[in-house]
């Protein structure tokens, strides 16, 4: 009777030791299998010259005073290139080395002076070749995300930066993407915008402000989905993993919305607007990330990033994943700093 019941025990044990080794040996061939999936890297890119800023005062002048006198559509500084591209670059080479092609949407004619224009993974993609001619020219970043997944040959995942994101850290597919069939949504700090929501009743819609954008947007997600009760995460200045046929699907579903008495669904609404406006879809950093969750049932995923504004005392230990250069007033030490944690040239560079 002793030996059976020792051997059943021993049957159990062999049992259960079994069952965890197929469990094991499923995540690890699920994560590898992650890790060969094919990703692209999407940057937008653009840069203040004389031509362009002649350009943009020229429309800016045909839209209306608001514009004008608005800072963040008027102003030169959020155009300007202190080579944030380079740097994120050399950050991609040393730490996210698993990409297939870098695509970097520009304005037409213009190109990273610093980056070699024959190099084999690099893809150069003109307004033009993924925007109506009827929308364009555009200074809107929220107009040109409308198209990113329209980019000719990209892959079914890509990874979307801007270009003042940069790794600090080895970071794999698998940290962006769960499953085959699903990828992560990183954010940063839970609850983040109940306040904002809560203190904005009046969205001046002719002018931009951040965070009336940002209300707005989560708005048109409580019409469309579900009110977050205790508001929405902070989903951070971080490079973001999407799915081409998850944002195709989800461009159909915006174009189908209206807000009010508007004639134009939100989608083409924002497509449409040359500059910046409070009822521009904020897609990357809020739109995208949310519908994935409620349409696909992607998962979110906890992360952190540095957010840094580049005066003339900057000294920061930087711990974190990611580095996201939001404000560079003070060039020289910049480049100091950058140079510093990446001093090595990437092969992307002349």
Known sequence: MKNKNILFVIIIILIVVTIIFIVCCNI???????EDIPVDIVYTWVESNEEFEKEKMYWLQKTNKEDIENKENSGSIRFKDNKELMYSLRSIEKYFPYYNNIYIIVKDGQFPKYLKKDHPRIKIVNHSEIIPKEYLPTFN????ECFTHHIPNLSEYYLYLNDDFMFLKNVKKSYFIKSK??????????????DIVDKIKNINLNSYNFYEAWAYNSKILDKLHKIEQNGRHDLSHIP???KKSFNTKIEDVLKKYYVENETVDVYTRTQMSKFRKNYNLALNVLM??????YLFDCEFKKT?????????NNSTELNTEFLCVNIV?????????????????SSFEI
């Open 28 to 34: 690890m061939l699920e994560k590898y299998s992650i």
């Open 141 to 144: 970043s929220c107009a040109i």
């Open 181 to 194: 069939e699903s990828p992560y949504i990183l954010y940063s700090n839970p609850n983040y915008d109940k």
């Open 240 to 242: 973001r993993m999407f």
């Open 288 to 293: 995208y990330p949310y519908l994935y969750h």
């Open 304 to 312: 952190n990033e540095s957010y840094i504004i580049f005066d003339n």
């Open 329 to 345: 007033k003070d060039e020289n030490n910049f480049s100091k700093y950058m140079n510093k944690i990446y001093p090595e040239k």
